[in-house]
């Protein structure tokens, strides 16, 4: 049974074709959490459909090798650990700018060591 999905450029329904059918391998760029905002259900969905793809081609023989981006890790992602700091229960929302600060650099330090911890292999 062919697998056939939806290409979006070409607006059709295709069939899929490894590049290199003899090679058994297929590469796959997915999308990945978007880090400055909680997760929601259509997040969890475009993440279970990755994982199900690529198990599928795996059970069909194929290598996967796949990457997973991981977005908005920047402005956002500081302007969300910002927002989450001042609108703590604990904290006052009158901060001085060396505390805005402060916590704007633990949330970057937070963020980098999370991402750090798991990405790494084991």
């Given amino acids: 049974m062919p697998l056939r999905f939806f290409n979006t450029y070409s607006r059709e329904v295709e069939e899929f074709e490894p590049r290199d059918p003899s090679a058994r391998q ?8 978007t880090v400055y ?3 929601h259900i259509g997040n969890f969905r475009a993440y279970i459909f990755e994982d199900l793809l690529q198990r599928h081609l795996e059970l069909r023989g194929y290598k996967v090798d796949r990457v997973m981006n991981i977005t908005d ?18 904290n006052s ?3 001085s700018p060396k505390t805005r600060i ?5 949330a970057r ?14």
């Fill in 26 to 33: 297929i590469r796959m760029y997915t999308c990945g959490p």
């Fill in 37 to 39: 905002s909680r997760a």
């Fill in 73 to 90: 890790v920047d402005d956002k992602t500081i302007r969300g650990a910002g927002a989450r700091c001042e609108n703590s229960p604990n």
């Fill in 102 to 106: 402060r916590c704007a650099s633990n």
């Fill in 93 to 95: 929302n009158k901060r």
């Fill in 109 to 122: 330090t937070n963020i980098r060591l999370r991402l750090t911890s798991d990405t790494s292999t084991e």
